[in-house]
Nanobody, 116 residues
């Protein structure tokens, strides 16, 4: 079973940047269409961005389009999310997982807090 470990979160001022990483182990990472998700307090988990197996095609939620960039390095079994021009409403716990079902076991996530 693939295990996912997210990292790179932190506290940043509005307008700042962070780069999240998701390290996958124990499976064939390159076979999966992957995504980043986030969950803010009191809200449902939502899809932020997705990337195809080769990395050749991406999708972004309207709320992050033009500010976030998803990428992957299949040789390193790692998924990335570059987040620029951060806003307070981006505050959430960020998770990575397969885009489609069945999902892998969720990791612990990484907290992103954006202060105004």
């Amino acid at each position: 079973q693939v295990q996912l470990v997210e990292s790179g979160g932190g506290l940043v001022q509005a307008g700042g940047s962070l780069r999240l990483s998701c390290a996958a182990s124990g499976g064939n990472f390159s076979a999966f269409l992957m995504g980043w998700f986030r969950q803010a307090p009191g809200k449902e988990r939502e899809l932020v961005a997705t990337i195809t197996r080769s990395g050749g095609s991406t999708y972004y939620a309207d709320s992050v389009k033009g500010r976030f960039t998803i990428s992957r390095d299949n040789a390193k079994n790692t998924l990335y999310l570059q987040m620029n021009s951060l806003k307070p409403e981006d505050t959430a716990v960020y998770y990575c997982n397969k885009r489609n079902s069945p999902k892998l076991d969720w990791g612990q996530g990484t907290q992103v807090t954006v202060s105004s």
